[in-house]
């Protein structure tokens, strides 16, 4: 099982590469990573509302116990704070 946070973005990097972003755009990445994963043969699910988390975990693990790989890509928020700790 396989778990992506999707920002649509690198927007950890956003502070350190104001003008590439400014000029090309270049930390605004994404895709429909799911969709992706079931064009490969897996199972994917894009999961958009925090009360569909725990459910869409149970049935990633049942595809995943039936062999099937499966990816979750959950979409978040462009957060750029993150922990000075380890």
């Keep these: 099982l396989s778990v992506l946070l999707n920002n649509f973005s690198m927007a950890i990097e956003l502070k350190i590469m104001k003008t590439a972003t400014e000029k090309y755009r270049s930390t605004d990445i994404s895709g429909h ?10 199972w994917g699910e894009r999961v958009t509302e925090p009360d569909e988390i725990v459910p869409a975990i149970k049935r990633a693990v049942a595809r995943t116990r039936e ?20």
């Design 33 to 42: 990573y799911a969709d992706f994963a079931k064009a490969l043969g897996g």
């Design 67 to 86: 062999g099937t790989p499966a990816l979750l890509e959950f979409i978040t928020e462009k957060a750029v704070d993150f922990s000075m700790f380890a």
